[in-house]
């Protein structure tokens, strides 16, 4: 395995911050030749045995979890740190500060394997300290890529966080969704930017119509969100997300394969999974009947329904007591103590 790479940054805050690269593989067996860069974050002298990883959706990056705004209001990474967690925040491959390969080498079981070596670095002690326990917590395609994680690999995760995300989806979704999406280099953010060709993003404007309600928006977030879009190799993802999420019966799906502790987290106005002409995401009882199917018989689903709110959970005005109940749910599963197993970085790591 390559060097891992580390980069400390001046303290700023209680928070003390190490940004990492982690060499990954997209083959098993395969080289470590691609790496996810992840920021490390946590309070006080000893870091916690417990760390979420957070893996943001499709065409955003790390800066979902951690928004750069003064006001920390926004930033889940603030609250979880707070409330005694550790945070490994990620470009998922293909984004933001990760590799960048082409976009046919980044299928669904490909980043599964990337993210199961992210996952072995944290529990080793390769970011300094051996993690006893792991939760992941996705947004939308990173909740399809936890769940992915789960099901290949049952002894990586303790619990499962699941925003963003349903098991279905109308037609009339389906539709929305695809004209919102264009190749990322016919847009000026990325048209120098030398990308594969494969690689999309969404129309200016089009995230503001898909990902969040209008009752709920906070107009500074929805300029951010437009300048800060990043890209996703849909012509890939696509299909198999499509696969995961449509099984012929639920107990075929790879999320049957998942056997742990799961919290669903939906807005209510999500315009990519409710609507009348298929789910009616204002009965909590419907959208967990209907999701309990999908999961292995010995997972514990917990299903949170958020009021007003569109797919964009972390940026919405509801972003605070969300990531409370989150953390409320995540405290009751998995109580973060201080790690006894600490590792201190040497030279070069």
Known sequence: MSTLSVRN??????????????????????????????????????????????????????????PPVQNSRYSFVHE????????????????????????????????????HDVVTALRSGALGTSFRRVVWVGHSLGSTDGITVAAHYPDDIDALIVTGLLHGQSAEQGAALAAEVYPANEDPKFAESGLYSGY???????????????????????????????????????????????????????????NLPVLLVLGQRDAMFCGADWLDCDSQT????????????????????????????????????THAAMLAWTGGVVRPQSSPVHHPKRSGE
């Open 80 to 115: 979880a740190t707070r409330a005694g967690f550790a945070t490994f925040n990620v470009d998922a491959l293909g984004t933001g500060n990760s590799s960048v390969p082409p976009p046919s080498l980044l299928t669904v079981e490909a980043e599964a394997i990337a993210f």
């Open 9 to 66: 940054e001046p303290m700023t805050s209680p928070q003390h911050r190490t940004q990492y690269t982690v060499p990954v593989r997209i083959a098993d067996p395969g080289p470590y030749d691609q790496h996810v860069w992840g920021e490390l974050c946590y309070r006080g002298s000893t870091p916690p045995d417990t760390v979420l990883l957070l893996v943001h959706g499709s065409s955003y990056n790390h800066l979902y979890w951690d």
């Open 200 to 258: 999309d993003t969404f129309r200016p404007g089009g995230r503001a119509r898909l990902f969040y309600n209008p009752a709920t928006a906070d107009p500074a977030m929805l300029r951010l969100d437009e300048e800060t879009r990043d890209v996703v190799a849909f012509g890939v993802k696509l299909p198999e997300v499509g696969a995961l999420l449509f099984p012929p019966r639920p107990e075929e799906g790879l999320t049957y394969r998942v």
């Open 286 to 321: 419907a959208v967990h009947d209907y999701e309990a199917a999908y999961y292995g018989p010995d997972a514990s689903l917990t299903t949170m329904l958020v009021p007003g709110t569109g797919h964009c959970l972390a940026w919405s005005t509801t972003a605070p007591s």
